[in-house]
């Protein structure tokens, strides 16, 4: 089964019609935008899932828990957490090997990675208010930046 066709069952799945326009399509889930891309001069479909804005205080201590999470996918589940240039805001992103997808590895693929955003995005939401809080209080620390539990935020 080619990537077209893996995307084109995964939106039936899912109850919409997911057409690749310019290689690309995307879905909301749960409130986050997520974009499949078919990637065929690499043979792949890669994922990417809106974070949200980067908090405008404390940006030393969010980017410090991003990248240690990035750092061999650590707290990652196999993806990457990156700044988009052009939106200003943060990416999840995973390349699948298109060759090794078959239909269920696909869909549980895209499952572990919604599920991904959903948890980056929270923590990203709770570092703004966080950062919101120390701010309100002049300065104060506020209650400590939200972390990932021990041993990794997911069980894939």
């Known amino acids: 089964m080619d990537s077209q066709e893996l995307i ?6 899912i109850g919409i019609s997911l057409s690749l326009e310019d290689g ?6 749960d409130g986050s935008l997520i974009t499949i891309n078919d990637l065929p001069e690499i043979g792949a479909i890669a994922l990417s899932g809106d974070l949200g804005e980067p908090p405008p205080e404390r940006l030393e201590a969010l980017y410090r ?3 240690e999470a990035n750092h061999l996918f650590r707290e990652t589940a196999g993806a990457t957490i990156s700044l988009d240039p052009d939106a ?7 390349s699948l090997p298109a060759a090794l997808l078959d239909q269920d590895s696909f869909f549980g693929e895209v499952e572990r990675f919604v599920n991904a955003v959903e948890s980056w995005s929270r923590l990203i939401r709770d570092f703004r208010s966080a950062a919101a809080e120390a701010a309100a209080n002049d300065g104060e620390d506020a209650a400590s930046a ?6 990794g935020f997911l069980s894939v």
């Open 8 to 13: 084109g069952r995964f939106g039936e799945k």
């Open 65 to 67: 828990t991003l990248l």
């Open 24 to 29: 690309a399509c995307a879905f909301e889930a």
């Open 146 to 151: 939200p972390a990932l539990g021990s041993g």
């Open 88 to 94: 200003g805001r943060f990416a999840l992103c995973k």
